[in-house]
T-cell receptor
Framework: AAGVIQSPRHLIKEKRETATLKCYPI?????VYWYQQGPGQDPQFLIS???????DKGSIPDRFSAQQFSDYHSELNMSSLELGDSALYFC??????????????FGPGTRLTVL | AQSVAQPEDQVNVAEGNPLTVKCTYS??????LFWYVQYPNRGLQFLLK??????LVKGSYGFEAEFNKSQTSFHLKKPSALVSDSALYFC??????????????FGPGTSLSVIP
């Protein structure tokens, strides 16, 4: 079965640079979520989109922005990168059901390293 | 506010023995509870979830979890552990009453080691 696709899988950037992470949800899934997982940490929710509209917002820095496109793929844009942004960034997708009951399926993640 | 606790950072169990990974939660409304497993340098894989109904939920790879409302717990169990079960396990919760129900709150994770 098709899974969530994330690209790139690895990304190395310098401080103050920008980065764009892409996420392609499971076909027919209408909701996309972004999470940040620091080393040895649990995933922290950043932001989510349902039907191309932002549906919820977590601990996403102002330097980050995201959007969901007409084909349901999503991009996380990160500017003025800091060393502390080095982490594993996960995208998840789901088919929205009764609020909160849908299962989120995770992609393999993008490992961002900021030097 | 929602929160999830996994009281054990590390669980060691011998292959073939039953395993339990503990999880307790705190929500204001009814909880939606999930277990995910993460292998090294991989994404999180969904194991099972409790939404409503039978307190014993069966999931992937022979895992099951029991929802206990009075103890606010959702412990993950497997009758006979395999070496390949060694991984990081995350319990997660959503609050039915939350206006922010997209947000899944994860526990800190429990590292399971199954010893041959």
């Amino acid at each position: 079965a098709a899974g969530v696709i994330q690209s790139p899988r690895h990304l190395i950037k310098e401080k103050r640079e920008t980065a764009t992470l892409k996420c392609y949800p499971i076909p027919r899934h209408d909701t996309v979520y972004w999470y940040q997982q620091g080393p040895g940490q649990d995933p922290q929710f950043l932001i989510s989109f349902y039907e191309k509209m932002q549906s919820d917002k977590g601990s996403i820095p102002d330097r980050f922005s995201a959007q969901q496109f007409s084909d349901y793929h999503s991009e996380l844009n990160m500017s003025s990168l800091e060393l502390g942004d080095s982490a594993l960034y996960f995208c998840a997708s789901s088919l929205a059901g009764l609020a909160g009951t849908d299962t989120q399926y995770f992609g393999p993640g993008t490992r961002l390293t900021v030097l | 506010a929602q929160s999830v606790a996994q009281p054990e950072d590390q669980v060691n169990v011998a292959e073939g023995n039953p395993l339990t990974v503990k999880c307790t939660y705190s929500v204001s409304g009814n909880p939606y509870l999930f277990w995910y497993v993460q292998y090294p340098n991989r994404g999180l894989q969904f194991l099972l979830k409790y939404i409503t109904g039978d307190n014993l939920v069966k999931g992937s790879y022979g895992f099951e979890a029991e929802f206990n409302k009075s103890q606010t717990s959702f412990h993950l169990k497997k009758p006979s552990a395999l070496v390949s079960d060694s991984a990081l396990y995350f319990c997660a919760v959503r609050d039915e009453d939350s206006t922010s129900y997209d947000k899944v709150i994860f526990g800190p994770g429990t590292s399971l080691s199954v010893i041959p």
